[in-house]
């Protein structure tokens, strides 16, 4: 039995965490202070899907952690490239710990997610060979 909203949701998540992953990207770019005008536009534009997804995947699904104001201050904390780039290593360093900490969560989120769709698969497969 496969459940559409189920593998929407998932696949959903799969592509919030790839604008995750181009946000960490960003930041290393913004460490090693290589980056231009076209890179702060991307930069700007993975924090805004970032932060309408968030709503999106809030209200297809109760999530207690990481909590909508973790991701938003993460996402207010980096307003630019420019600012990433003068910032002192250890605040970066917490940036970049912070982002961590998230990114984990949503892949914890993730995998009970793919648990849901495997229950779902095997239940599935038990009523086709044993008629309930």
Known sequence: MRNKKLDRVIQQ?????????????????????????DDENQFLEIKSIITQELEVIFAAMDVFSPTREDVLSLISSAPSLRYLSELHEGNLRSLESQWHRIYIG???????????????????????????
């Open 106 to 132: 949503w892949h914890s989120i993730l995998g009970q997610l793919k648990v849901k769709q495997m229950q779902l698969g095997e239940k599935s497969l038990r009523s086709s060979m044993f008629g309930g």
């Open 13 to 37: 998540m799969e592509n919030y965490l790839e604008c995750w992953k181009q946000f960490n990207h960003f930041v290393n770019l913004a460490r090693g202070k290589k980056f231009g005008p």
